[in-house]
């Protein structure tokens, strides 16, 4: 969902991102990966959570940089 944005990021915007996001941006695979393991045996005792497996508003996003083109 993010690769469109990304793609018109400068990489001081996109550098200002990662700054952000310490364990990085994730990707496709993160989510599978979420959804086999809540799928999965090992999962049993989980419930009444969310997991946030994207963007959330308290999550800092570089936007006055992307936005200005700075």
């Given at each position: ?9 400068t990489t001081k915007?996109w550098d200002k ?54």
């Amino acid at each position: 969902m993010s690769a469109r944005y990304a793609a018109g990021m400068t990489t001081k915007v996109w550098d200002k991102l990662v700054d952000c996001h310490p364990l990085g941006i994730g990707a496709t695979q993160d989510v599978a990966s979420t959804v086999a393991f809540l799928a999965s045996h090992e999962a049993r005792w989980i419930s009444g959570i969310t997991i946030p497996l994207g963007w959330m508003p308290s999550y800092p996003l570089p936007f006055d940089a992307y936005v200005d083109g700075q």
